[in-house]
């Protein structure tokens, strides 16, 4: 019998049943863990599967952005740069929320941006076309890297749980219900030789009983001829 069982266990069958009832809870358990699993990998490789065509969008963005405003610094100057982007005001803010994937938190970053007034954030007559467009594809990167940082947070949070869940399942499929059947076993075991114990402590019980039973009635017989 193997040593993996449940330690200070009773042989006994109240405890047996006790055992089935954790075993089958275990392995229901267990296909459930599976399932969701499963279900969390799918998740997991759908969010990776992102993440490639996100960076290239963003570095495509970024690359229109150095452009336009290198050719923004060449018509203006770098002094007239450094004046809008010291005297526009900062107007971009994060917001932090969650979504639930197989009760799992997964972060969501969403960008908001104040409203453009109608005399705009700089003087238009002193400035370019070619800064208009690099700011617009600026503010376009911006949101792709919101989008990234959500779609790579989504990434680890998903991993996270998948390797969570794969531990979980790896300790009831190797460890726990192994450890349930060889207890489950260890104690059908006993109680089966216990079983034939008291099967043939009866069966001998009986002999005796039948030996003791058949010298009484042979002494009745030997008495009742002397009698008579």
Known sequence: ??????AGVHATRAELLRLRRRLQLA?????????????????????VRELAPLRERLWKRLEEAYIELTKAEMAVGPAKLREVSYTTPDRFNVVE??????????????????????????????TSAALDRGIQAMEEALKLVVELAEAEAAVKRLAEAVIMTKRR????EHIIIPRFENTVRFIQMHL?????????RLKRIKRI????????EEKMEAVVPTVA
Do not use: C
Not at 1 to 6: A, D
Not at 192 to 200: S, T, V
């Open 97 to 126: 929320q969650a979504r639930s994937i197989i009760g799992v938190l997964v972060p969501m970053f969403k960008l908001k941006a104040e409203e453009k007034p109608e005399t705009g954030w700089y003087g238009m007559a002193e």
């Open 209 to 216: 009983h039948e030996a003791k039973k058949a010298r009484e």
């Open 27 to 47: 392995r229901r358990g267990h296909d459930l863990l599976v399932e969701k699993r499963d279900a969390l990998l799918m998740h997991f490789f759908e969010a």
């Open 192 to 200: 089966e030789e216990r079983a034939r114990e008291d099967f043939f």
């Open 1 to 6: 019998m193997s040593s993996e069982v449940i």
């Open 169 to 172: 399942v790896n300790a009831l």
